[in-house]
């Protein structure tokens, strides 16, 4: 008996100019199964989904639903067939309610005029069936990231759509949310949606998928059940060597204090209180220290206020026995800090810059780059391919690619390559392997060991548990704007970090919150 | 063997296909138009603007002529949008720069040179207002733009009616409503011609001001092309929390990239008034020219270079809309101008379109060859 397909993706091939994104792909997705897309950045995972949802038009090759071949020419067409998308970088109209960015597209109106209560009364059915958390009223640029995506799912849900596509849904969220998220794509399934996923965490492909589509540099390489695989088989499959899991490293030789924190008070700006309340501690050359904690704790702030990008009320921060408190950016760069930030493309990024612009941001100033303020285009060029190099950032026309066309993490891959080849004292890396491949991440946690074996100060702020576990030569759990623990990670576990980082135990004897 | 590039990815070729064509499209609607207002004279006033421009070497001396001050306030406006800002008070920073001009000229009885310096100084004072407000208060830029391009037509028109001297019943005319004209005032202030009257066949407009405007905007293009400060003031256009995550002083680079539109477009007005054929009129509405900066400055997509270009393209229609006169009125002509003009602006649409159909029909091509 012939399978039943509810999408059939035969012979896509994907142009960009000097890349070939995606070339004679098939993904036959079974009706009410969860399919897993796995491939390294630039893969062409995302072009492939976006060409299912009717962004792209392929050059070659046929789609089909339920058996029939059908022309998606845009998103609307999509949306008729039932597909829907949660894109890896959201698209919200962020000055929009919630309710409003929902019904976008497909309003009811009467003579003229929108008519929400209805809208309003379906979205917060979804919600309420789905356990889909959402403030209906609240505006797209008040609320997390975790909520954006929640509101992302509710536009398909709200659209009756009946094949979802998730691009990277997890990267931007907690590990509590996470799981949740997994949960309600469980019963997605089971009401006989079908739902294609990507993700670079191998745990969750194992945990929710049913079968897994592998992609290498543009081209097919396969398709596993879920049930007869490992993950080493799949990494392998991706990368086509074996992938080291964890990372190993050697003992922690702390040096002397490079970045020092005392009584740090830094507002907030999404509520009166302040986001950071007294945060003191020391990092020191030739260790890995890392703030753990679920988002929202006051993690963003604290980096904003040491590399300078919110002013700090209260409190003081020294770089090297110097006091920077109030220093500006470009000074505190120069005596030494790097930013690897939580947000590339808000901060980490100028998307409309070629990559060779990208990579010389933080150092287009200096004299190796421009003479008499004219910039030196050669060495601007050269340098950029030795990044390119290096780091193995892939991208369509190389040192020329305008940024915005470049797949996530390969533009997450030239932050990185950037800030860590300025040779900072103190490297401030927040989410660092935030939506890169295992290969990637595995040599990204190699590198910034061995900046620490160099002698560098790392400041590591991560969501990720394993991350933290993994790298780290000291754990400070941050909670609702303190520091309520310190940790050696080869003393304790991720359980008791949780505790901690839920608030329900502390070490400085104050009274923990009952939750 | 080289590999040629397809046409589908040519970005030049596709850009200057999708600017005629818009152009053809404009210049097709504006037909229409002339034939519903004034179905007898359609055919003359289309024939007068197209070819006026180049019907004698005189009018082609005007085009020219009038082009200078255009592609100044096109730069100035495309300068200020490279960095995120949308520079409406060209007009006011260019009625600054001409009176800076004038003064200097006239009242001071400077050579031409040092009163294209004053008119230069002066929009980029007037520049600076904006800049400073957005800088330090974060006051939207459009909303001081506009007001001081009001307080700088009435400023030049308060500060000309109270000097005597720079009026031209001064210098041995009848009318108070001018300032005096340069050939009695101070014939030195007039810019030179350059020895191009003798090519242009005594072209009375013809003088070197366009050659001023052409090396002003490659000199924008290389500071936003190749300098470092070219390469902050952008960043900060693109993405303002990117650049502060640089280092890059936002506020500087603001009130910075002000200053230089509001001198661009103070040198229009000097470049536009003391070519000595023209005398600064008492009116009380904003010169139209700063505000032409603006479609001069879309069409060629704020880039320097495409902005010699386009003022060159609109320099042209509005001499020949000028030549429509006596069948159609002012107006009707400012309308067609306008007509031609949006639609020209239509050019990055029709850009899409074009890679589109390129593409298609080069599939159709490479199908039927792999058929055959
Ligand atoms: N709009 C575009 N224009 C030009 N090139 C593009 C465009 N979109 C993607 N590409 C290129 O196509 C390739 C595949 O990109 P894609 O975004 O599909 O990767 P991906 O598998 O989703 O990677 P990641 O895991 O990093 O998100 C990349 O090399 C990218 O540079
Ligand atoms: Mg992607």
Redesign the pocket.
């Known amino acids: 008996m012939a399978e039943d397909y509810v999408i059939e993706m035969l012979h896509i091939t994907k142009e ?2 000097g ?1 070939k ?1 995606n070339d004679d792909i098939t993904l036959q997705l079974k009706r009410g199964e969860i399919h897993a897309l796995l ?10 989904m976006s060409v299912l949802f009717g962004l792209y038009q392929a050059e070659e090759g046929i789609i089909k639903k339920d058996g029939k071949e059908v022309a998606i020419k845009d998103p609307n067409d999509a949306n008729r067939l039932g597909i829907g998308m949660v894109h ?1 970088h959201f698209k919200l109209v962020e000055c929009f309610t919630v309710l409003d960015n929902i019904i976008l597209g497909v309003e009811d109106t009467k003579h003229g005029f929108l008519q929400k209560d209805e809208a309003r009364k379906k979205v917060l059915a979804l919600s309420e069936k789905y356990g889909l958390r959402v403030d209906p009223d609240a505006l797209v640029s008040d609320i997390s990231v975790g909520m954006q995506q929640r509101v992302e799912i509710l536009k398909m849900l709200y659209r009756d759509n009946e094949i979802l596509i998730f691009d ?1 849904p997890t990267a931007v969220l907690t590990p509590q949310e996470i799981d949740e998220l997994m949960e309600i794509m469980k019963g997605f399934k089971e009401e006989g949606k079908s739902i294609l996923f ?1 993700t ?1 965490k191998l745990a969750e492909i194992m945990a929710v998928s049913d079968r897994c589509t592998v ?1 290498r540099k ?1 081209k097919y390489m396969g398709t596993v059940d879920i049930a007869s695989t490992t993950q080493e088989e799949l990494s392998k499959m991706m990368v086509g060597r074996d992938v080291k899991l964890t990372a190993d490293k050697k003992p922690c030789e702390a040096g002397d204090t490079i970045l020092s924190v005392k009584d740090l008070v830094i507002p907030s700006r999404t509520h009166s209180n302040n986001a950071v309340k007294g945060v003191s501690f020391d990092v020191h050359a030739g260790e890995i220290v890392c703030v753990a904690g679920i988002e929202g704790n006051g993690q963003t702030e604290l980096v904003y206020g040491i590399t300078g990008l919110e002013k700090v009320t209260g409190g003081s921060v020294y770089l090297k026995g110097k006091d920077i408190t109030h220093a500006p950016i470009r000074e505190r760069s120069k005596d030494g800090m790097s930013h690897i930030p939580e947000d590339r493309h808000k901060h980490g990024l100028v998307l409309d810059y070629t990559l060779e612009q990208n990579l010389v941001l933080q150092r287009y100033w200096e004299d190796e780059f421009q003479r008499g303020g004219v910039i030196r285009a050669d060495k601007v060029r050269k340098y950029a391919y030795d990044l390119i190099d290096r780091f193995d950032v ?3 026309q190389g040192a020329v ?1 305008v940024a915005r ?6 533009q997450q891959k030239a932050i990185i390559a950037r800030e860590i080849d300025k040779q900072p004292d103190l490297l401030v890396a927040v989410q660092p392997t935030r ?1 890169l ?1 295992v290969g990637a991440i595995e040599y990204i946690h190699g590198q910034l060991i061995k900046e620490r074996d160099q002698g560098r100060a790392v400041l590591l702020v991560s969501l990720e548990l394993d991350e933290v576990m993994n790298l780290s030569d000291r754990i400070l759990v941050m909670y609702e704007g303190e520091i309520v623990g310190e940790f050696d990670p080869k003393q304790t576990t991720v359980e008791e970090l949780g505790l901690y980082m839920a608030g329900a135990k502390r070490q400085d004897g104050k009274e923990a919150r009952v939750s | 063997m080289k590999v040629k590039k397809p046409l589908a990815e040519n970005q030049m070729f596709i850009s200057v296909l999708a600017s005629v064509i818009s152009i053809i499209a404009g210049l097709l609607f504006g037909s229409v138009l002339l034939f519903i207002l004034n179905p007898s004279k359609a055919g003359i006033g289309m024939g007068a603007m197209l070819t006026t421009g180049f019907s004698s070497l005189d009018q082609f001396g005007k085009v020219l002529y009038q082009s200078a001050p255009l592609m100044l306030c096109g730069l100035s406006v495309g300068f200020a949008f490279k960095t995120g800002m949308f520079n409406i008070g060209a007009t006011g920073q260019y009625t600054i720069g001409a009176f800076c001009a004038l003064y200097g000229a006239i009242a001071l009885q400077l050579p031409w040179w040092v009163c294209l310096l004053l008119s230069l100084i002066g929009g980029a004072v007037w520049g600076i207002f904006p800049g400073l407000f957005k800088a330090l208060f974060n006051v939207n830029e459009v909303i001081t733009s506009i007001m001081f391009n009001w307080i700088g037509m009435y400023l030049v028109n308060l500060l000309l009616a109270n000097m005597p001297v720079m009026l031209a019943s001064a210098w041995g005319a009848s009318n108070s409503d001018r300032t005096a004209a340069l050939a009695q005032a101070n014939p030195g202030a007039v810019i030179p011609k350059g020895g191009l009257d003798k090519l242009f066949g005594n072209s009375s407009w013809i003088n070197i001001s366009v050659f001023v405007a052409i090396i002003v905007a490659i000199i924008c293009w290389f500071i936003l092309e190749k300098t470092t400060f070219g390469y902050e003031l952008k960043a900060c256009g693109y993405n303002k929390e990117a650049s502060r995550y640089a280092g890059i002083s936002a506020n500087r680079n603001i009130v910075f990239s002000m200053i230089i539109a509001g001198a661009l477009s103070g040198l229009g007005g000097g470049l536009y008034y003391l070519a000595g054929t023209i005398q600064y009129v008492l009116e009380k509405k904003t010169l139209a020219m700063g505000f032409n900066g603006i479609p001069v400055a879309l069409l060629a997509n704020s880039n320097p270079i495409g902005t010699i270009f386009s003022s060159l393209f609109i320099s042209y229609i509005q001499v020949g809309g000028s030549a429509m006169q006596p069948n159609f009125s002012s107006e009707s002509t400012d309308i067609i101008i306008a007509v031609i003009i949006y639609l020209a602006a239509f050019a990055l649409l029709m850009k899409g379109v074009i890679t589109g159909l390129l593409k298609k029909s080069m599939k159709n091509k490479d199908d039927k060859e792999a058929k055959a």
């Not at chain 1, 390294?40 to 492939?48: I, M, V, Y």
């Not at chain 1, 066309?405 to 390969?410: I, L, V």
């Open positions: 960009f100019p890349i994104a491939g390294e950045n630039g893969a062409g995972k995302s072009t492939l890896q990277e990507i670079h992609l543009g892939r991208s369509g690619t066309s470049m797949s996530g993490g390969n939506g491949d």
